[in-house]
C-alpha cells in the first residue's frame, strides 16, 4: 500500500543502480566528499513513537487522502503500528 506513496518521495531511488547514476551524473567541487553505509539493524535504530506519528500525520492529511485514495489510513496505520513494534 506504501508503494505508490513512496514512489513519488523526492528521496526515492529504485534501487542502487538508479542511485550509483545519479550519483555519477553529480559535478562536485574538488574538495567534496560522498560517503555510504549500510543501515544495520534499521528497526532498533529509529524512535518508533516518532515514527509513527509521521507517518500518521502524512497519511491521515486531507491532500495525502486526495492524492492516494487507494488506502485506508487508519488500517495502514495499524498495520504499520504491528510492524514496527514486532518485526
Known amino acids: 500500500m506504501l508503494q505508490p506513496i513512496v514512489k513519488v518521495q523526492h ?13 555519477g551524473a553529480l559535478t562536485l567541487p574538488a574538495n567534496a566528499s560522498l560517503l555510504t553505509f549500510d543501515a544495520i539493524s534499521m528497526y532498533t535504530k529509529i524512535d518508533i513513537d516518532d515514527c509513527i506519528e509521521c507517518l ?3 497519511l491521515l ?11 485506508s489510513a487508519k488500517a495502514l496505520i495499524k498495520a504499520i503500528n504491528i510492524v514496527m513494534r514486532n518485526n
Open 11 to 23: 528521496a526515492y531511488f529504485k534501487d542502487s543502480f538508479a542511485l550509483k547514476r545519479e550519483l
Open 61 to 71: 492529511d486531507a491532500n495525502t487522502q486526495i492524492k492516494f485514495p487507494h488506502y
Open 56 to 58: 500518521s500525520t502524512f
